[in-house]
């Protein structure tokens, strides 16, 4: 039976989102019109039920005292990489990198303390909890189950859920022998025949939300290192949560087993076509990228071989070179970060240029390039012989590394050879200079 | 290199595109010695350089940079040590539609080798559009054959946009530390 007051597209909760960078909240906003059926809608400061507030961002602390001091009542969504115990009976907590079915959990939660208590929204986050238990993860989220038992806050019979949602429901996995990671079918002691169409690829064997809590023993060094992991988190991301990491693995099987590939997630169909080196996507590319930033969990992806005759449908949806793609994704998804495990010291070499014309400009990227080509020099050290902040390089080595183009020699490869001699003046640096002066229209 | 006087040479085979390349960056309407081809060359476009193309780019403090393009006939190559003398740098432009674009690029790596040890290269691939085939990674795959790591772009000849990528990436690679004042 649905309530009068069921928070229905006709009649979308308005939500004010403070302190995000711009294209966070473009992401969101997609999100709440493509994933969530227009039922949140973004709105202006005064007319909302409720705030979302990014407490990473500049004079945040600010920004929520000045905030909460105007809206007393209203339920706040605070978000940021490091734990917040909210202190108002109306405010949330959300962790970064922000998971859609968390924030769908959390926002269903705050708009039932909307108008009293009173719940208004249909429950998107329940079917998404239909979903987990077919996977057998079981147990709602702990701020959902906090709810249910207290009056008032109960869930209510649903209908189910929108169409667009039923893309984002996990596929269960079929059991298979143990393989290498994300590597599928490529043999192993005995040879296998060709896998089948069809048959559905572990991309990420172990879940990654299956974690372990680290031993009694290693939390006090682990807490000491708190400082240390916040500072580290603001320039290290984990490819593998977000659609850069899915469609990297997914395109290194599609060309170890020449064969197209299919990925399906939260998101329309992509298939990646190794022969052409191409990728098919029947969504509108700004909305993918737009996708870039929403942490992904594997149950919700599924990579399947494609027949080999299939072909793109010549209506609808679009290809583009798989580089071209990756490398734009790379970009917006890294945000002038670099993959988890990356060492800065490692002295770091590019295969190749990349083809810089046809790819989204990077600040510095040419430069970048020139140096990397050339000389192997670390992150630290290539930050300062171009003198540049280190998010340029950051960005370009994780789109370039993306796009397989990175090399590294070890330190202690290097140690036996004699020092790169760091690129000098050149002859005419003076000419040089004015000639890219003006070729960038400054200087006649 | 003269004071004040300062070359860039663009060569490449017949219809690479070099006309359309000094034409998309030149200030002033480039000088050309177009002739009617009467040659093998008819067969690819009606006129050909017969001896240059020429073209400028006015610098800060009234110096200029000089673009030339080298005719594309293998016939005229005894002009390219004339053309080269005092250049920054190479540009050099493949057409990716000719029956084989490698023989094109061996050829004109060897014909420039000493040009290039002194100075710089910088590769444009046009045509890409209307073939695909070979793809940018097996020409850097020729390229390694010659021990060389240089920018390889594709790019449209009538783009100003992708030219002026291309001559950035020679500069860069004669400096990397250079850096254009704020």
Same mark, same amino acid.
């Given at each position: 039976?649905?309530?009068?007051?069921?928070?229905?597209?006709?009649?979308?909760?308005?939500?004010?989102?403070?302190?995000?960078?711009?294209?966070?909240?473009?992401?969101?906003?997609?999100?709440?019109?493509?994933?969530?059926?227009?039922?949140?809608?973004?709105?202006?400061?005064?007319?909302?039920?409720?705030?979302?507030?990014?407490?990473?961002?500049?004079?945040?602390?600010?920004?929520?005292?000045?905030?909460?001091?105007?809206?007393?009542?209203?339920?706040?969504?605070?978000?940021?990489?490091?734990?917040?115990?909210?202190?108002?009976?109306?405010?949330?907590?959300?962790?970064?990198?922000?998971?859609?079915?968390?924030?769908?959990?959390?926002?269903?939660?705050?708009?039932?303390?909307?108008?009293?208590?009173?719940?208004?929204?249909?429950?998107?986050?329940?079917?998404?909890?239909?979903?987990?238990?077919?996977?057998?993860?079981?147990?709602?989220?702990?701020?959902?189950?906090?709810?249910?038992?207290?009056?008032?806050?109960?869930?209510?019979?649903?209908?189910?859920?929108?169409?667009?949602?039923?893309?984002?429901?996990?596929?269960?996995?079929?059991?298979?022998?143990?393989?290498?990671?994300?590597?599928?079918?490529?043999?192993?002691?005995?040879?296998?025949?060709?896998?089948?169409?069809?048959?559905?690829?572990?991309?990420?064997?172990?879940?990654?939300?299956?974690?372990?809590?680290?031993?009694?023993?290693?939390?006090?060094?682990?807490?000491?290192?708190?400082?240390?992991?916040?500072?580290?988190?603001?320039?290290?991301?984990?490819?593998?949560?977000?659609?850069?990491?899915?469609?990297?693995?997914?395109?290194?099987?599609?060309?170890?087993?020449?064969?197209?590939?299919?990925?399906?997630?939260?998101?329309?169909?992509?298939?990646?076509?190794?022969?052409?080196?191409?990728?098919?996507?029947?969504?509108?590319?700004?909305?993918?990228?737009?996708?870039?930033?929403?942490?992904?969990?594997?149950?919700?992806?599924?990579?399947?071989?494609?027949?080999?005759?299939?072909?793109?449908?010549?209506?609808?949806?679009?290809?583009?070179?798989?580089?071209?793609?990756?490398?734009?994704?790379?970009?917006?998804?890294?945000?002038?970060?670099?993959?988890?495990?990356?060492?800065?010291?490692?002295?770091?070499?590019?295969?190749?240029?990349?083809?810089?014309?046809?790819?989204?400009?990077?600040?510095?990227?040419?430069?970048?390039?020139?140096?990397?080509?050339?000389?192997?020099?670390?992150?630290?050290?290539?930050?300062?012989?171009?003198?540049?902040?280190?998010?340029?390089?950051?960005?370009?080595?994780?789109?370039?590394?993306?796009?397989?183009?990175?090399?590294?020699?070890?330190?202690?490869?290097?140690?036996?050879?004699?020092?790169?001699?760091?690129?000098?003046?050149?002859?005419?640096?003076?000419?040089?200079?004015?000639?890219?002066?003006?070729?960038?229209?400054?200087?006649? | 290199?003269?004071?004040?006087?300062?070359?860039?040479?663009?060569?490449?085979?017949?219809?690479?595109?070099?006309?359309?390349?000094?034409?998309?960056? +030149?200030?002033?309407?480039?000088? !050309? @010695?177009?002739?009617? *081809?009467?040659?093998? %060359? #008819?067969?690819?476009?009606?006129?050909?350089?017969?001896?240059?193309?020429?073209?400028?780019?006015?610098?800060?403090?009234?110096?200029?940079?000089?673009?030339?393009?080298?005719?594309?006939?293998?016939?005229?190559?005894?002009?390219?040590?004339?053309?080269?003398?005092?250049?920054?740098?190479?540009?050099?432009?493949?057409?990716?539609?000719?029956?084989?674009?490698?023989?094109?690029?061996?050829?004109?790596?060897? +014909?420039?080798?000493?040009?290039? !040890? @002194?100075?710089?290269? *910088?590769?444009?691939? %046009? #045509?890409?559009?209307?073939?695909?085939?070979?793809?940018?990674?097996?020409?850097?795959?020729?390229?390694?054959?010659?021990?060389?790591?240089?920018?390889?772009?594709?790019?449209?000849?009538?783009?100003?946009?992708?030219?002026?990528?291309?001559?950035?990436?020679?500069?860069?690679?004669?400096?990397?530390?250079?850096?254009?004042?704020?």
């Amino acid at each position: 039976m649905s309530s009068p007051l069921d928070n229905d597209p006709a009649h979308p909760l308005r939500v004010t989102v403070l302190g995000m960078e711009q294209r966070a909240y473009s992401t969101l906003e997609l999100f709440f019109q493509n994933l969530c059926q227009n039922r949140y809608l973004i709105s202006g400061d005064g007319q909302a039920d409720i705030s979302i507030i990014d407490m990473d961002a500049a004079r945040a602390n600010e920004l929520y005292n000045e905030h909460r001091g105007r809206y007393p009542d209203r339920p706040i969504l605070l978000v940021s990489l490091t734990e917040i115990r909210p202190e108002h009976e109306k405010e949330r907590f959300l962790a970064k990198p922000i998971r859609p079915e968390m924030l769908l959990s959390s926002l269903e939660e705050l708009s039932r303390l909307v108008h009293n208590g009173v719940p208004r929204t249909r429950g998107l986050q329940e079917g998404v909890e239909h979903r987990e238990g077919e996977t057998g993860t079981g147990q709602p989220p702990p701020e959902v189950e906090s709810l249910q038992g207290k009056p008032g806050n109960q869930l209510h019979t649903l209908p189910s859920l929108p169409p667009v949602l039923d893309v984002v429901a996990p596929t269960p996995r079929r059991k298979q022998k143990p393989r290498p990671a994300g590597v599928a079918g490529d043999g192993g002691e005995t040879p296998e025949p060709a896998p089948p169409t069809g048959e559905i690829i572990p991309l990420f064997p172990r879940s990654r939300s299956a974690k372990q809590d680290p031993p009694e023993s290693d939390r006090t060094e682990l807490a000491e290192d708190e400082e240390r992991e916040r500072h580290k988190a603001s320039f290290l991301y984990e490819p593998d949560e977000y659609l850069q990491g899915y469609i990297q693995q997914a395109y290194r099987i599609a060309r170890e087993e020449r064969r197209n590939i299919s990925l399906k997630g939260p998101w329309r169909p992509i298939v990646l076509l190794p022969e052409s080196r191409e990728i098919w996507v029947e969504q509108s590319h700004a909305h993918l990228y737009a996708l870039s930033n929403m942490a992904i969990r594997p149950e919700d992806v599924t990579v399947t071989r494609l027949d080999p005759q299939w072909s793109p449908p010549k209506e609808g949806g679009s290809l583009l070179p798989v580089d071209q793609f990756l490398w734009k994704l790379a970009v917006r998804t890294a945000r002038g970060r670099i993959p988890a495990g990356t060492d800065l010291r490692a002295p770091v070499y590019l295969y190749h240029w990349p083809n810089l014309s046809r790819l989204l400009p990077v600040q510095h990227g040419l430069r970048i390039a020139a140096l990397w080509t050339r000389y192997p020099v670390s992150l630290m050290e290539a930050a300062t012989i171009l003198n540049i902040r280190p998010k340029y390089l950051f960005s370009f080595y994780s789109a370039a590394s993306a796009i397989g183009l990175i090399g590294h020699k070890s330190r202690t490869e290097g140690d036996h050879e004699p020092p790169q001699p760091p690129p000098q003046q050149h002859e005419h640096q003076g000419l040089l200079r004015k000639i890219l002066s003006r070729l960038r229209g400054r200087g006649r | 290199m003269s004071e004040g006087n300062y070359k860039l040479i663009f060569t490449g085979p017949v219809g690479a595109g070099k006309s359309s390349a000094i034409r998309a960056i +030149s200030d002033t309407p480039p000088v !050309t @010695t177009d002739a009617t *081809a009467t040659d093998m %060359t #008819q067969n690819i476009k009606e006129t050909t350089t017969v001896a240059m193309d020429y073209g400028t780019l006015q610098l800060e403090g009234g110096e200029f940079l000089h673009l030339y393009g080298t005719p594309g006939q293998e016939r005229f190559s005894f002009m390219w040590d004339i053309l080269t003398k005092g250049g920054i740098g190479l540009i050099l432009l493949l057409d990716n539609t000719r029956p084989d674009p490698f023989h094109d690029l061996r050829f004109f790596l060897n +014909s420039f080798k000493g040009f290039i !040890t @002194t100075t710089q290269l *910088a590769i444009g691939v %046009t #045509q890409m559009d209307r073939c695909a085939n070979p793809p940018l990674e097996k020409y850097h795959e020729q390229m390694r054959s010659f021990g060389l790591k240089v920018p390889l772009f594709e790019v449209d000849a009538r783009r100003r946009r992708d030219i002026i990528v291309l001559i950035e990436a020679l500069l860069f690679s004669l400096a990397p530390n250079l850096k254009v004042s704020a």
